[in-house]
C-alpha cells in the first residue's frame, strides 16, 4: 500500500505531521490515519496521485450499522491543490472528539439515463 504524510500548518506557520495517508488499491482515493484525533486545520496529504488540480473529493467517515455493515456520512469536502502535489481537506462539520479516521473518495457520477 502506498502511503502518503498527512500534514497541517499550525499557528506558528511550520507544517505539523497529524498521521498517515494510504492510497486506495484501485486509486480512487485515500484512507487517512490520524493520531490524537481530528484537527481544526486543513489537512494536506502530500500525494494528489496524478489526479488533475482543482478535482473535488468528498470526506467522509464511518460507523457500525445498526443493522450490521457501515454506515458512511459526508463530514466535508477535499480538492487537489492548484499545483496538484497535494489534496486539501476541510471538515464542514464538527465530529466527535476521538475520532482518527477519514476516508476521502472521488465524487459521485450520476447515471445517466435512457
Known amino acids: 500500500?502506498?502511503?502518503a504524510a498527512v500534514v497541517?500548518?499550525?499557528?506558528?506557520a511550520r507544517w505539523r505531521n497529524v498521521g498517515v495517508a494510504f492510497r486506495h488499491r484501485n486509486g480512487g482515493g485515500w484512507n487517512i490515519q490520524l493520531e490524537g484525533?481530528?484537527?481544526?486545520?486543513?489537512?494536506v496529504i502530500k500525494d494528489a496521485n496524478g489526479y488533475e488540480p482543482g478535482t473535488q473529493f468528498r470526506l467522509m467517515v464511518t460507523r457500525p450499522a445498526v443493522s450490521g455493515g457501515t454506515d458512511w456520512f459526508e463530514v466535508g469536502r477535499?480538492?487537489?491543490s492548484r499545483e496538484g502535489r497535494a489534496v486539501l481537506a476541510t471538515?464542514?462539520?464538527?465530529i466527535p472528539a476521538g475520532e482518527t479516521k477519514l476516508v476521502v473518495l472521488p465524487k459521485r457520477s450520476r447515471a445517466v439515463r435512457a
Open 1 to 3: 500500500m502506498t502511503q
Open 37 to 43: 484525533g481530528v484537527p481544526d486545520e486543513t489537512l
Open 91 to 94: 471538515l464542514d462539520v464538527i
Open 8 to 12: 497541517v500548518r499550525d499557528r506558528s
Open 78 to 80: 477535499a480538492w487537489v
